[in-house]
């Protein structure tokens, strides 16, 4: 099975401009999350979707956004940036939503990410 | 809101040394938990996880953790470390019957010194 895959892997934008991310998940599961990865805070949940929905967001501002289409990829948009957008951002896909106590083999299938440099 | 901690960022050590990782997280309920490993230029991978039974989880690797729930903490151990170990390591926690949304801490830089 092929595994979570991400495009582009390395972007570099200017500071105002905006940026779409691309993710696909692993063949046959339906919930997408999206981390930022940075030095100082590691990582940090944007969103979930499940099913073209979103189910769980973090505390980003609404310069944030996604999608996920019926194929199950995602998408995340950045507008606006700013220069301390620069990170890695990561993907990671399950089968389904949540991790409960009988679900004992999900984990979260993380993908290589996109490190997006914001000058 | 779940919050996690991990102490001693940067961790140097010589092949064979012992290598444990503390762990301590904020939630009052019940918890899903996780190491996961970040080798230089790979993806994130999961090292090992508790969800519920015997608190002392062996995962990949040789490697293991405790979860103490008195502590809040989900320790991670190894008794021999190799060059190989060299890695970040997360530890993440998730609400039961929560969702996929991971709290993780910021992370170990483990160096093993050959």
């Known amino acids: 099975k092929a595994g979570v895959t991400q495009t582009p892997r390395y972007l570099i934008k200017t500071r105002g401009q905006q940026v779409t991310l691309s993710c696909s998940p692993i063949s046959g599961h339906r919930s997408v999350s999206w981390y930022q990865q940075t030095p100082g805070q590691g990582l940090q949940f944007l969103f979930e979707y499940f099913s073209e929905t979103q189910r769980n967001k973090g505390n980003f501002p609404g310069r944030f956004s996604g999608r996920q289409f019926s194929n199950s990829r995602s998408e995340m948009n950045v507008s606006t940036l700013e220069l301390g957008d620069s990170a890695l951002y990561l993907c990671a896909s399950s089968p389904l939503v949540g991790l409960g106590a009988n679900n004992k083999n999900e984990k979260l299938f993380f993908g290589s990410g996109t490190q997006l440099s914001v000058l | 809101a779940q919050s996690v901690s991990q102490h001693n960022h940067h961790v140097i050590l010589s092949e064979a040394a012992s290598l444990e990782l503390g762990c301590n997280y904020s939630?009052?309920?019940?918890?899903?938990l996780f190491w996961y490993v970040q080798y230089p230029g790979q993806h994130l991978q999961l090292l090992l996880k508790?969800?519920?039974?015997?608190?002392l989880v062996k995962g990949i690797k040789g490697f293991e953790a405790e979860f103490i729930k008195s502590k809040f903490s989900f320790n991670l151990r190894k008794p021999s470390v190799q060059w190989s170990d060299t890695a970040e390591y997360f530890c993440?926690?998730?609400?039961?019957?929560?969702?996929?949304?991971?709290?993780f801490g910021k992370g170990n830089q483990v160096v093993v010194i050959p």
């Open positions: 939630y009052g309920g019940t918890v899903n």
């Open positions: 508790y969800f519920s039974g015997d608190p």
């Open positions: 993440a926690v998730n609400a039961l019957y929560g969702n996929n949304r991971l709290a």
